[in-house]
């Protein structure tokens, strides 16, 4: 949330944090020129004025600037961690800056909330889209131990050393399956997971074939068994791959708050649900139903190649970002075709029967201001013609307003995150 400074062209970005109970809060300072702003109507700024008391003394608050960014915590919180950069005063007292009035640091922007976060937490969260060598040189920078990650898998109240090395098997696992990097094994493990995949992709498109479909669901096929064989082993590995997943993540409401754990259950399910109800054969009209949604749902396996590219990555999280913009586009959208789509159907709806509809029209009203025009069903009078010229005219200059914005902000944040 943007909002303003105070000085004329000068924002500010409001984040919060947590830390034993205090409601800490960061503010990212940017200038103009600098970034691309979004900002807050005065309405929604009275609304939604976080800042209305200091929760901290005056004293006791710290600035830090990173690269221009500017974090506010406390000396308290900092402190807890006396081995560290920051938490050392004679350390940190070298990159105070009069001028700014804060500690300046000239590090990586990204890695600071992470780094912040392990001192407000006691927990690290690496950043998911920096490289992992970058995060470690600043972690080693403000001297943050990796040991310290143990503390993830802690229960509260819980600190034997039984429990910490289970916790310890289970958080190196969890690195295992999440960060192909981390050892030679583990790459080789996300290796065979793309392959399987890949496998798994072609035996969905070939299935659709008249001259493979055989293959797969008649058991008395040549080549039905060692393709059975090879499902299943895919699927095997696919489920260990989940089960593991499951087991060791640190907790089980976020497992399951995962978008890529839910497409993983999703494309797991369909094998089991075809082998309880007997098989593939499609004929068996009371299974029929059935085997149908599950061969749908194989569809989702392909969304798990995105784990294994940062770059997709990158994309889904910048598309996310721009969700308020493709919100307005699919209201821009559903209003214009409504309202075109009836205007037209009581334009063309007499005498022309390709438009004896209201959907029938909204049909054609989104064919054309897409520019898709398949000519399936166009106007015959000349005010429908006239009307129609009209639409796809508007609706160009419609769709390219919102369109700009969210090529943009899209931009934007790609750039932002590949930093």
Known sequence: MWFGGGDKGKFYKLKDYENTGLSLTTYTFVTDGYETLEENSDKEHEENNVVKEQC???????????????????????????????????????????????????????????ILHYYQTGKEAPPLNVDPDVYAKEKEFFGIKKEREVTVFIPEGEGSDGINCINSCRMKVHNFLQDPRSSSLAAVWH?????????????????????FKTQFSDKKAEYYVPLFIVNCIIMGFFTTDFLIRLVTWPSLLDFWKNLFNVLDILSILPFYVNLMVGGGDEDDKQHYVVLRVCRIFRIVRIFKFVRH???????????????????????????????????????????????????????????????????????????????????????????????????????FVYEREKM
């Not at 009581?346 to 022309?352: L, R, W």
Request: one cysteine or more; hydrophobic letters at 45%; aromatic letters at 14%.
């Open 56 to 114: 901290v003394p005056d004293d006791d608050l710290v600035y830090i600037n990173v690269s221009g960014t500017i974090f506010i915590t406390t000396y308290s919180c900092l402190n807890s961690y006396p081995n560290t950069l920051l938490g050392n005063e004679e350390r940190r007292r070298q990159y105070y800056s009069e001028k700014l009035n804060a500690y300046f640091f000239n590090r990586h922007r990204p890695c600071f909330d992470s």
């Open 309 to 411: 590219s940062r770059d997709l990555l990158i994309i889904m999280k910048a598309v996310s970002n721009a969700k308020r913009e493709l919100i307005l586009l699919v209201c821009l959208l559903f209003i214009f075709v409504i309202t075109f789509g009836s205007i037209m159907f009581y334009i063309e709806g007499s005498a022309n029967q390709d438009f004896n509809s209201i959907m029938k029209s909204c049909w054609w009203v989104i064919v054309t201001i897409t520019t898709v025009g398949y000519g399936d069903m166009c106007p015959s009078s000349a005010g429908g013609k006239l009307f129609g010229g009209f639409v796809l005219t508007l609706g160009i200059v419609f769709l390219a307003l919102p369109m700009t914005i969210i090529v943009s902000k899209f931009s």
């Open 191 to 211: 290796g065979f997971d793309i392959v399987f995949i890949c496998i798994s992709i072609g035996f969905l498109i070939f299935e659709s074939e008249p001259q």
